[in-house]
Antibody, heavy 124, light 110 residues
């Protein structure tokens, strides 16, 4: 069974750093994109960025460029999303999802398998 | 703010057909394929339609997608109470060099 298992809920203070994880299983982790999506309380979905674990090619949404870092370790089939200095506005649910693209240029990209999400709460 | 616009809500009675629109531009829907996601309360989104009109295995054929120009639509036929959840369209945007989601539509079964 293809699945993505995300790390547990986090409660942090403003200014602290954080790294959450997403472990894939049941498929060839290196040959699919992994994307991260933010959902703030009561709001819609926001695409943050993606990484191709095979060669670490990484793309960021302009809204999140410089705010977070996406990485992956294909040897342990795990992708990461990290912050160096959290803000209260980072409080949200974060989902990872497997990305597939048949075009090779991302114009037919979609996210077909999702993790259950990691809740991040940032509060003083 | 999202570059893909959806109506905030849509509604219908059981058994009816409901359509949700998704309006974009030449840099996203006009050029690239459209996908639709369904999200039940408190759960992760689920892929409902990919490549404009393809259903993943397990998705009922009551759900169908279409695209024309810079707009796309999701149709739900034979509306059921379990369809009363949120729906999001999405597509790659060449100008932003990123994936964009629609604003989301909540379906209500009257």
């Amino acid at each position: 069974e293809v699945q993505l298992v995300q790390s547990g809920a986090e409660v942090k203070k403003p200014g602290e750093s954080l790294k959450i994880s997403c472990k894939g299983s049941g498929y060839s982790f290196a040959t699919y994109w992994i994307g991260w999506v933010r959902q703030m309380p009561g709001k819609g979905l926001e695409w943050m960025g993606i990484i191709y674990p095979g060669d670490s090619d990484t793309r960021y949404s302009p809204s999140f460029q410089g705010q977070v870092t996406i990485s992956a370790d294909k040897s342990i089939s795990t992708a990461y999303l990290q912050w160096s200095s959290l803000k209260a506005s980072d409080t949200a649910m974060y989902y990872c999802a497997r990305g597939y693209d048949s075009s090779g240029y991302l114009y037919s990209y979609y996210m077909d398998v999702w993790g259950k999400g990691t809740t991040v709460t940032v509060s003083s | 703010q999202s570059v893909l616009t959806q109506p905030p809500s849509a509604s219908g009675t059981p058994g009816q057909r409901v359509t949700i629109s998704c309006s974009g531009s030449s840099s996203n829907i006009g050029t690239n394929t459209v996908n639709w996601y369904q999200q039940l309360p408190g759960t992760a989104p689920k892929l409902l339609i990919y490549d404009n009109n393809q259903r993943p295995s397990g998705v009922p054929d009551r759900f169908s997608g279409s695209k024309s120009g810079t707009s796309a639509s999701l149709a739900i036929s034979g509306l059921q109470s379990g369809d009363e959840v949120d729906y999001f369209c999405a597509a790659w945007d060449d100008s932003l060099n990123g994936y964009v989601f629609g604003t989301g539509t909540k379906v209500t079964v009257l």
